[in-house]
């Protein structure tokens, strides 16, 4: 059983940060504002403060310069291998791509797609899975999960692979316009289905990018679950020693 849980004030702060670093708020090589500020801008303690700016500096968005304080470095390394991903998964071509479409039918949506597309725990919504592949070898494994409204009139419940990817067909079809795209980057076990295709041993767990796409209003399109095995990624990033 999946349980969603409230990220704790510090992630939530750390996050906010984040996204004004991204928005360009708080451009790279300037100052961010001092704790004594973000603890009166954010009404949150200076513990809470403490924790998001070091939570920040560990994943590489920002670093301490001695004499100068706490500075943007901008978007990390493993930040755009993981966007990467979220692109390609929207970018996908299902008819040219290495690997195969392995499963299209509608399902009860999971816990952690159902908040994302604002439905309730016990709705159904069509999933299209598709088994990516090198040299014979399963190396990320997606699964689309569409709202039953965005299925009508496209052929997105076809067992083919569709030709171009699935972005352009619903596009095309419904006269909507994806807009933008949010990432939630989290580690957990598979389900024995997901272990039996990606083929993965008990116990070894999964880098999951959970990727909305949404319009310009918000509305969530789509939501796409991009599985990694954990024992064949190989992350890097370089930072400097203060």
Not at 27 to 51: A, H, I, K, W, Y
Not at 120 to 136: C, H, N, Q, S, T
Not at 217 to 234: C, F, H, M, N, T
Request: overall charge negative.
């Amino acid at each position: 059983m999946a349980y969603e849980v409230e990220a704790p004030k510090y992630v939530r702060l750390a996050q906010t940060i984040q996204r004004r670093i991204e928005d360009g708020t708080y451009p790279p090589g300037t100052r961010v504002p001092s704790e004594n500020q973000l603890v009166q801008s954010f009404g949150m303690s200076r513990p809470t403060v403490v924790r998001a700016l070091e939570l920040l500096k560990r994943d590489g968005w920002l670093e301490s310069r001695q004499g100068y304080g706490t500075i943007v470095r901008g978007r990390p390394e493993v930040v755009e291998q993981q966007d990467r991903r979220g692109r390609e998964a929207l970018s996908r071509d299902e008819s040219r791509s290495s690997g195969r479409l392995v499963e299209v039918a509608e399902v009860p949506v999971p816990a952690r797609v159902a908040s994302a597309l604002g439905l309730p725990k016990r709705a159904k919504v069509l999933m299209r899975r598709f088994l990516a592949e090198e040299d014979g070898e399963a190396v990320e494994l997606v699964s689309t999960y569409f709202p039953a409204g965005l299925v009508e009139g496209t052929e997105l419940a076809s067992a083919d692979a569709l030709n171009g990817s699935v972005r352009e067909h619903v596009e095309a079809r419904k006269k909507v316009r994806y807009d933008h795209v949010t990432e939630r980057v989290s580690a957990r076990l598979p389900e024995s289905s997901e272990a039996e295709l990606l083929g993965l041993p008990d116990g070894v767990p999964v880098l999951s990018i959970l990727v909305t796409a949404c319009d310009a209003s918000g509305q969530a399109l789509q939501v796409s679950d991009v599985l990694l095995p954990a024992d064949r990624q190989e992350l890097e990033d370089t930072y400097r020693l203060n």
